[in-house]
């Protein structure tokens, strides 16, 4: 599989109307953070998909318009419960954890110094696999995404089976991938710290730095769907009717 990783970077600033596709990316950022987080990362997640379906639809400038934003934070929604599930596993132990210690504090006769230096310990191995569980699931969320792309179904992405096969199947390509979102983010962390010059710059830099490395992500996501070599791997163009 071949990914032009460097196109994902550029692509954005290819587009001569870039600057107003970002600024009104940018507004609906900060009006998502004005609604609190989970608004952000629906409009998040739904613009790397606007920009993936995008690529997989051969538009020669896949920024996404943002003609209809609610469709956005609808399909954001929408993934951030398929990524919600995934996730569950160290939700549930984290929740365990915090029990235990919520139920040993209200408890007479422990030893103070012996639990919360268990419980210490207990969240310093929760901390490290929350750093495995989560490497994990950044190497599977090209392969989940590509799920969730064929047919725009919740229960569809959930098929783990699939999602681990897809992944071993292009281990590499989406390590590749990874790296490239994390370079994206660092590219806007530099970007942000340089914009200091200006009030104006930080802030446009700040809200639309975050549906950039998005749309990087899913220009990244959008080249993998594409070039998945069985035809079930292909869009159902009747899902999204």
């Not at 004005?34 to 990362?41: A, K, Q, R």
């Not at 310990?121 to 750093?131: R, S």
Request: aromatic share 14%; charged share 15%; net charge negative.
């Amino acid at each position: 599989m071949t990914i032009d990783y460097g196109q994902s970077l550029k692509f954005a600033f290819e587009d001569e109307d870039w600057l107003k596709k970002l600024g009104k990316a940018a507004l609906w950022t900060f009006i998502s953070m004005l609604l609190l987080i989970f608004p952000l990362y629906f409009f998040g997640l739904g613009y790397g998909l606007e920009t993936a379906r995008n690529v997989l639809n051969g538009k020669e400038k896949p920024l996404p318009e943002l003609d209809d934003v609610g469709a956005t934070f609808k399909d954001g929604a929408k993934f951030f419960v398929v990524t919600l599930v995934y996730g569950s596993p160290i939700i549930i132990l984290y929740c365990v954890i915090f029990g235990i210690a919520i139920a040993a504090g209200a408890s007479d006769g422990l030893d103070e110094e012996a639990m919360g230096a268990a419980m210490g310990g207990g969240m310093l191995a929760v901390q490290c696999l929350l750093y495995v569980f989560a490497f994990a699931l950044a190497l599977l969320l090209p392969a989940i995404m590509t799920l969730y792309l064929r047919t725009n179904d919740i229960r569809a992405s959930l098929n783990v089976s699939e999602v681990i096969a897809i992944t071993r199947d292009n281990l590499g390509t989406c390590f590749m991938m990874l790296l490239m979102y994390i370079a994206a983010s660092f590219i806007f962390q530099i970007v942000f710290l340089l914009s200091f010059i200006t009030i104006c710059g930080w802030i446009f830099v700040y809200f639309a730095g975050i549906p950039w490395v998005a749309a990087v992500q899913g220009h990244l996501v959008g080249q993998f769907v594409g070039q998945l070599d069985s035809p079930e791997n292909k869009l159902d163009p009747v899902a999204f009717e």
